[in-house]
């Protein structure tokens, strides 16, 4: 019974990794050709032109599918300047936005004077009720 606990789960491993292996090697398919190989991508169809070059199998990628590659990446460079180009142009909008909310010198200059008089009368006010209870304690003193 122990031993059948330990079969099963190492028959269903071993079946996982002979599927995995197999799906790998079912990717590629290779044909032979009058000048060397011809490969092909099973999942997405893309094929390939290989030779063989001192003992090793070199591959191209073909023309219309070099061409459909150039193509895609004109494609998102032309895409990608088009948004440097709305990034900076949102930039220089933002930074001419807050620039124009900033306010003049003269209007900080009046924004000061209204502070300073407001600060001046509440000290003012702050003194004279200093006096007052100074006055207070004193003549509870005497």
Same mark, same amino acid.
Request: glycine fraction near 4%; aromatic fraction near 4%; hydrophobic fraction near 40%.
């Given at each position: ?15 996982? =990794? ?15 050709? =009058? ?40 494609? $998102?460079?032309?895409?990608?300047? =088009? ?10 909008? $933002? ?39 100074? =006055? ?7």
């Amino acid at each position: 019974m122990r031993l059948l606990h330990i079969l099963i789960p190492a028959a269903l491993v071993s079946l996982v =990794a002979a599927s995995a292996w197999s799906e790998e090697t079912d990717h590629y398919r290779l044909e032979k050709s =009058a000048n060397g190989y011809v490969r092909m991508d099973t999942q997405t169809g893309a094929m390939s032109i290989c030779e063989e070059r001192s003992g090793q199998l070199v591959c191209k990628m073909a023309a219309d599918e070099r061409a459909a590659f150039q193509d895609e990446v004109d494609r $998102l460079q032309a895409s990608m300047k =088009a948004m440097d180009e709305r990034v900076t142009k949102l930039e220089n909008s $933002l930074a001419a936005r807050l620039e124009s909310k900033l306010p003049s010198e003269e209007d900080f200059d009046k924004t000061m004077s209204y502070m300073e008089r407001m600060l001046r009368g509440f000290m003012g006010i702050v003194k004279e009720m200093d006096k007052g209870e100074g =006055a207070e304690l004193n003549s509870q003193k005497t």
